[in-house]
């Protein structure tokens, strides 16, 4: 018995209507993504940290930023596009600059935490991480 794997996005009909795969349709027209999105900040809180350390053990060959200092509702996609074909996993704790991003997509008024992850995201209070993690692997398989 072969395990089923989820059919990756690009390869989906694109969202627009086109009828077309995304990665001829929408995918294909985007602007380039500067590379700054590929980029992690360099200094993470401790909770970030906490979480970055659990994800490096269990993925020891994708990369694991922080976006937090980063993350708008602007920027929100270039992230998750720039990030979208590699293994990137990107970490973001709930502040006052990115609380408008974490608004529209918390789980709980306590979630303060966001895992992106190839166009998904997780969210989740931090003190829950070891109650969540096997969801948030899950997202990122």
Known sequence: ???????????????????????????KNLPPIPSIYKIGQEKSSEKVMNCIALLKERYPSHKIIDITDGLSNSTYKP??????????????????????????????EKSNMMVLYHGA?????????????????????
């Open 79 to 108: 992230y998750q596009i720039a990030n979208y074909t590699d293994p990137v996993i990107m970490v973001a704790e709930k502040t006052e600059s990115n609380a408008a991003v974490f608004a529209t997509r918390v789980d709980s």
């Open 121 to 141: 995201f997780r969210t989740f209070p931090h003190e829950y991480l070891d109650r969540v993690f096997d969801s948030v692997c899950a997202m990122i398989k």
């Open 1 to 27: 018995m072969s395990k089923a794997t989820p059919k990756d996005p690009k390869n989906l009909l694109c969202e627009c209507g086109s009828r077309k795969k995304a990665k001829h349709c929408c995918l």
